[in-house]
């Protein structure tokens, strides 16, 4: 079974940053796509970004040029670099990894953003 591990949550005043970690079970080649999921309270889940094995990415309007997705191989590890936050980026994140016709999902990390 594959775990996705995310840390690196927390409460950030607006404008500030935060990064968040993934680390998969297995090498994060081994996956066709890994990315990012964002739900807020009362909200349905949605894309933040996702990466595929190629390097290309795709971002969700509402974030793009704050937020940065990267991988370190070493590591085994993606990243989420969350700049110049906002309130409305109150979520829990979620890591999510595709391989063929299954997605995984990580437990999530709550990210507070106050005004």
């Known amino acids: 079974q594959v775990q996705l591990v995310e840390s690196g949550g927390g409460l950030v005043q607006a404008g500030g940053s935060l990064r968040l970690s993934c680390v998969p079970s297995e090498n994060i080649f081994s996956f066709n796509v890994m990315g990012w999921y964002r739900q807020a309270p009362g909200k349905q889940r949605e894309l933040v970004v996702r990466i595929d094995s190629g390097g290309n990415t795709n971002y969700a309007d509402s974030v793009k040029g704050r937020f940065t997705i990267s991988r370190d191989n070493s590591k085994n590890t993606v990243y989420l670099q969350m700049s110049t936050l906002k309130p409305e980026d109150t979520a829990v994140y979620y890591c999510?990894?595709?391989?063929?016709?299954?997605?995984?999902w990580g437990q999530g990390t709550q990210v507070t953003v106050s005004s």
């Open positions: 999510t990894a595709f391989r063929q016709s299954r997605q995984y």
